[in-house]
């Protein structure tokens, strides 16, 4: 089992940046591809960026791409998400995920619970 535990949301203008982490708990995260997620009020929740198990390989979604970074520390059973550049409609709960690949929500295992992140313009 994994449990995951975001941190590092909040409220910020536009342009600004946020770092979020994910720590996970359970000796196999290191295993483990993991990712983040995000869900807008009234939309679905919507792929944001993944990594690989070894951090080998990371994919993005074309709306963060250039801006946002994700990276993980496996001594430190933590995933991160550097996020510059920030815009109002980057206005979610970000969730992070583990055990899977893939846009889709239904690809992934292990879930947290969410952190707010809130852009004024």
């Known amino acids: 089992q994994v449990q995951l535990l975001e941190s590092g949301g909040g409220l910020v203008q536009a342009g600004a940046s946020l770092r979020l982490s994910c720590l996970a708990s359970g000796r196999t995260f290191s295993q483990k591809n993991s990712g983040w997620f995000r869900q807008a009020p009234g939309k679905e929740r919507e792929f944001v960026a993944a990594i690989t198990w070894n951090g080998g390989r990371t994919d993005y979604a074309d709306s963060v791409k250039d801006r946002f970074t994700i990276s993980r520390d496996n001594a430190k059973n933590t995933m991160y998400l550097q996020m510059n550049s920030l815009k109002p409609e980057d206005t979610a709960v970000y969730y992070c995920?583990?055990?899977?690949?893939?846009?889709?929500?239904?690809?992934?295992?292990?879930w947290g619970q969410g952190t707010q992140v809130t852009v004024s313009s």
């Open positions: 995920a583990a055990g899977g690949w893939g846009l889709e929500t239904s690809r992934w295992t292990y």
